[in-house]
């Protein structure tokens, strides 16, 4: 269970108070951070089941195709893959 001074808190608020915090790299600076407590409280609502039919669904929404590796080597089996992040 997380907590901050001893107190327990709810999703949300875990949420909001890592964002507060960050993690030293300034990336949480950029969130919307009511936006993202909601986001990250509806998806823990979620059955397991739920969160990873998501989670999966997400990364095939990435998935840029395949590349081949070698101009020469039109036959070659093995490839790049991209992943294309929106």
Do not use: W
Request: hydrophobic share 35%.
């Amino acid at each position: 269970m997380y907590m901050v001074n001893g107190e327990r808190l709810p999703e949300y608020e875990k949420a909001l108070h890592f964002l507060e915090v960050g993690c030293g790299c300034g990336c949480s600076a950029k969130i919307p951070k009511e936006e993202f407590a909601e986001l990250r409280e509806s998806f823990q609502a979620l059955t397991k089941i739920e969160q990873d039919a998501f989670l999966m669904a997400q990364l095939k929404s990435m998935d840029g195709g395949a590349i081949n590796t070698s101009r020469r080597l039109k036959d070659k089996i093995r490839v790049n893959k991209r992943t294309v992040y929106s």
